[in-house]
């Protein structure tokens, strides 16, 4: 193989599921050809990545990039820059906050053209299961729809309605005749409701009485109706952003009793409690809320414990004026995280000097992912043969996120301020710069991706 290569990185450390090793790695034509102790091969380019750890291209499979329709939010080019700098290297877009949302082919071939001409990263694309899509369900699928997301509570989208158990479970006994996943967002709509009733009973709008609307128990009675109905269909079934370890329990058991079934967790619940809310303001309301700091603290130890399958940053912009008012209960919810919460979460590894953890953070956030949306033929893993999506990491002094950094169409996050011992110096797609030297490199170039059969 001494002809070829078009880039060799050279003494870095390799992040991979197994373990770290210091190694050279080796691209041609867009693919991981090698990697060695040493490769002493001529090559087009070499970066010498000593002192750097080079991490799998981060898959985020959670994100609200919101075009067509809303692209004042967020956009295609926007986020998947902001993601780049972030160190990922591909992306699934749900079917909301888009309008009109991904609720058929024609939804998502008209929304996979402006990524194709827009985005800076690999992406796939969600389709929606809404009550009354049954029968749209199979040409999503043909059209290469990574999976199917749907609500059991309120979207705050009145296109995207949820879902209740009756027409859930009748959308996953048709996806699992198509061989497709469902994504579940898993809040209790009844239970939800009634706390909300009761805590603006009391006069109470503020954000403390937004966390006290949304117990664990609406999620958790959430995830029992999914797994149950799972259980019931057979449906590979994925539930997104768990924000509490009792949820993870619930999904551990029916793992054992053979539940098709995968959890997500988010930065945002790995970094941030409920006390950072009144802290931070609306930059910090998503839903599920964030948790107490014991809940936070026992997500680590469920990460280190292999009960959380995969992390997604469930990037969910808005603009300025619908993160402002008096009444938290109104204010959009949804944090945007993309660009730096892999990167505290990185920070936080570093700072905890645990050196299992990399491993654990290179499978849930690339190879478990590319395996669960089966995409694992080319994406995931540093290794060869496949596609050479790659990030360097650096580990220094820390510094303090600030808003100039952000890449987003708006400049909120609720990590500004936040330090960091971690930056992200590069990010590779299929072998190429996407992100170098604080900038993003080249013009848009994302390839469409979808489900293997």
């Known amino acids: 193989m001494s002809a070829g290569l078009d880039l060799v990185v050279r003494g870095g450390l390799i992040v991979t599921p197994g373990g770290v090793r210091r190694a050279d790695l080796a691209v041609a034509g867009g693919r991981i050809a090698r990697i060695a102790p040493e490769i002493g091969e001529a090559s087009a380019s070499v970066v010498d990545a000593s002192g750097w750890v080079v991490f799998p291209g981060i898959i985020d499979a959670h994100v609200h990039f919101n075009e067509p329709g809303r692209a004042d939010w967020e956009g295609l080019e926007t986020g998947s820059a902001a993601l780049a700098a972030g160190g990922g290297a591909c992306f699934f877009d749900m079917p909301l906050n888009s309008e009109p949302p991904v609720l058929d082919a024609a939804r998502l071939r008209e929304k996979r053209s402006l990524a194709e001409a827009k985005s800076h990263l690999d992406f796939g694309i969600w389709g929606g299961l ?38 859930l479970k009748a959308g996953m006994a048709r996806a699992a005749s198509l061989g497709m996943l469902v994504g579940v967002h898993a809040e209790d709509d009844a239970l939800a409701a009634r706390f909300t ?14 966390l006290d609307s949304r117990p664990v128990e609406v999620e958790l009675e959430g995830i029992r109706t999914a797994l149950d109905l799972a259980g019931e269909t057979g449906c590979a ?26 959890a997500e967790t988010c930065p945002h619940y790995l970094l941030l409690s409920d006390g950072d809310v009144g802290r931070i303001g609306a930059a910090a309301k998503c839903a599920p809320p964030l948790r107490d700091e014991a809940r936070r603290a026992a997500l680590w130890d469920r990460l280190r414990a292999g009960e959380i399958d995969t992390i997604g940053s469930d990037h969910s912009p808005a603009p300025p004026g619908m993160k402002m008012g008096a009444d938290f209960f109104a204010i959009w919810g949804g944090i945007a995280g993309c660009q730096h919460g892999f990167e ?47 990030s ?62």
């Open 130 to 167: 809404v009550p009354g899509n049954l029968d749209r369900l199979e040409e999503l699928r043909d059209a290469g729809a990574i999976g199917l997301k749907a609500f059991l509570c309120n979207s705050g989208i009145a296109s995207f309605p949820a879902v209740d158990a009756g027409s």
């Open 197 to 210: 009733d009761l805590q603006r009973g009391l006069g109470r709008t503020d954000a403390r009485g937004f």
């Open 237 to 262: 079934l994925h539930i997104v952003h768990v924000s509490c370890p009792e949820g993870l329990s619930l999904i551990a058991a029916a793992k054992a009793r053979g539940v098709n079934v995968t």
């Open 344 to 390: 505290l979460v990185f920070s936080e590894t570093a700072a905890a000097g645990d050196r299992e953890l990399p491993p654990t953070l290179a499978a849930v956030l690339a190879r478990n992912v590319a395996r669960r949306f089966r995409i694992g033929a080319s994406k995931g893993e540093l290794a060869e043969g496949m596609d050479a999506d790659f």
């Open 392 to 453: 360097f990491l650096e580990f220094g002094p820390e510094r303090e996120i600030a808003a100039s950094e952000l890449l987003t169409r708006h400049r909120l996050s609720p990590y500004i301020g936040r330090r960091s011992r971690v930056r992200i110096t590069h990010t590779f797609l299929r072998g190429e710069a996407v992100w170098a030297d604080g900038k993003i490199v080249g013009k848009p170039r994302g390839r469409y991706l979808r489900p293997e059969t």
